[in-house]
């Protein structure tokens, strides 16, 4: 079956289901009708026992049995057969009747242990007949020695049999048309309800064919195949978006790449030039181009780690209980370092979060580089921590209002910012890693001039109680 294809198993099992149903009903009803037919059969033999001349009726069979009694072919009339049945097994075949085996249930009824019992049970020429056997209690004075005597009333099964024959073969060719015509049905139905899946596979096999992710499947209606087609459609779009961020961000990284490595390249073929030449370069010259070249290898070595850091954007980060205050210290020094002709100020309230520290540390520290990047000299960072919410102004230019929907995008930088050193990841890794730990984060212009840069971290003002220690009797074991 898992070999079939998806129609010819929904054929299968529909044509299964509905030939299962109608066999059902068919041997339901075969023995309902065997049911009653056997039922009307029984009524007829009861309607046989003679009411008022039990005596006269009986004498006549016991008569016939005598040896020296005249063939008598008048009675019973019809098919039906009569005898008398002796509690020891013996039995007096009415004139003109079959004569039908004797089996226990007769006996008993003989013995008056039963008063009737109905059952079928067969001659002695092996014909199938239905007997009712019924206790004698009242027998002519000619016979008076004969007790426990039952009359058993027979009649043959062959007009039953033969009806529930007939009845068989019609429901056999009805179950035949039903599951034919099911299967059929099972055929168009599986044909049409797979159609959207058809459809949903021949864009697929697209897809995978052309790689064109701008395909969509038509959504209609609102069942399973229509939430498959649209979660399809969500899934491609998603993939071409990521597709496309993927090849700008090659793009991105192409392009500022470029630059470095075209000053590197040319102070490079300098050198080389004056070493070939022999003509040497001016020591003043020298030690400017050595600097710019080691200034362009810092640059390179900044943007390839932005880049590896963007290039795990779906990974999941070791989430730890960090201080805040204490990695917003800790980048404080490094930013001390890299501004020294600026006052830096700083009031940091205790708050702990959860998220992964490294990259906590390094969204504080971009932070507070970009706020030294665009201080003036000799001018004032502020820095405050207070309930989870760290601020970092400058009072620098600030960033122009149609600038500020930009300023998290990788490899944005404003116009007034290009000829100054960086990547344009800085604020995207911020963005990042804030989000990744539940928070948000926030440029605007500060009230007065500069820029303000605001951070928000859940958390909490103390850190977590530290779980209780083992007694010493389990240290060393695991829990």
Known sequence: M???PLRSRLTILTAAAVA????????????????QLIRQVDATLRDQVPSGGTTAYVNTILRNCQPDAPSRSDLPPGLTSVQVVEAGGSRCVGPNSAAVKVQGTDTRVAKGELESATHNARTDSGQSVRVYTVQLVNVGPNFSSRTNLALSISRPLSETDHTLDQLAWVLLAVAGVGVVGAASAGLWIARAGLRPVDRLTETVEHIARTEDLNVSIPVEGEDEIARLSASFNAMTSALASSRDRQQQLIADAGHELRTPLTSLRTNIELLERSEATGRAIPPEDRRALLASVKAQMTELAALIGDLQELSRPDAVPTLEVVALHASAETALERARLRGPDLKITAELAPWYVRTEPAALERAIVNLLDNAVKFSPPGGEIE??????????RDHGPGIPEEELPHVFERFWRSPSARSLPGSGLGLSIVARTVQQSGGEVTLSRAPGGGTLATLRLPGAPTPPPEPPEAPAEYQGFDA
Do not use: E, K, N, S
């Open 2 to 4: 898992r070999r079939l």
């Open 20 to 35: 299962v149903a109608v066999a059902l009903v068919a041997l339901a009803c075969w023995f309902i009708t065997r049911d």
């Open 383 to 392: 820095v405050r921590l207070r309930d989870g919410q760290l601020t970092v």
